[in-house]
């Protein structure tokens, strides 16, 4: 039997940010660009962090062309882009308050950090959408952080053959449809995984009460 079992889920929220990514490269894109073109018109500014700008928004722009079949296809290329377009306003946030346009240039940074955010959630969702079976206990994802529950804190585990339910002792319920079917075979292997451990961790209870 195996140490551990790793289920792929559909997890809604992570599905919303999926279906967003295009129009979050949008807005990120259309930022960097009009600073960039803002910046241009201004005698001061320098001329070749301004092209930069619009040679990253311009790039940003070319990977939504095909639609967002490439951005779930390519989450690398995703999150790639995510993390230039966190640093790109970082920059120009810096630069702004620099030239003493304080308001602006926190606005720029707030959203920077806010992209940060999204950079991190991409790349963790590439990690970590499943449900992670074990013989510590489970960790399901979470949009802030991974969620890990001990085996005595859960109270039954079915799973089933297009998704998984989990109850634990504090009256909290947690369903999943699972991205795959399971096989009769990984399903029993799974139940049986399941109850060894939930009634190991019981035990000590059933034995102080006796």
């Known amino acids: 039997m195996p ?12 599905e919303l940010l999926k279906k967003s990514a295009g129009i979050l490269h949008f807005i990120g894109a259309s930022v960097i660009l009009i600073n960039g073109l803002h910046a241009l018109q201004q005698h001061e500014a320098d001329k070749l962090s301004c092209w930069l700008q619009v040679i990253i ?15 779930v296809a ?29 308001i602006s240039g926190w606005m720029h940074s707030l959203l920077s950090l806010g ?26 994802p979470n949009f802030i952080m991974e969620m890990e529950i001990t085996w005595p804190e859960i109270k039954s585990i079915i799973p089933g053959y297009q998704s998984i339910f989990i109850e634990t002792f504090r009256n909290k319920r947690i369903h999943f449809q699972l991205r795959k079917n399971l096989k009769i075979e990984e ?8 109850r060894q451990h939930i009634m190991s961790a019981q035990l000590p209870d059933l034995e102080y009460t006796y």
């Open 74 to 102: 390519s989450p690398g290329l995703n999150v790639f882009f995510r993390i230039i377009e966190s640093l790109t306003l970082m920059g120009i946030g810096f630069a702004l308050i620099s030239y003493g346009h304080v």
């Open 115 to 140: 992209y940060l955010f999204l950079f991190y959630r991409e790349w963790r969702m590439m990690c970590s959408e499943s449900v992670n079976i074990r013989h510590t206990g489970i960790s399901i």
């Open 57 to 71: 928004a311009a790039e940003i722009y070319l990977i939504l062309i095909p639609g967002k079949s490439l951005l």
């Open 3 to 14: 140490a551990q079992y790793l289920l792929p889920i559909i997890y809604p929220p992570f």
């Open 187 to 194: 399903l029993q292997q799974i139940d049986e995984f399941c």
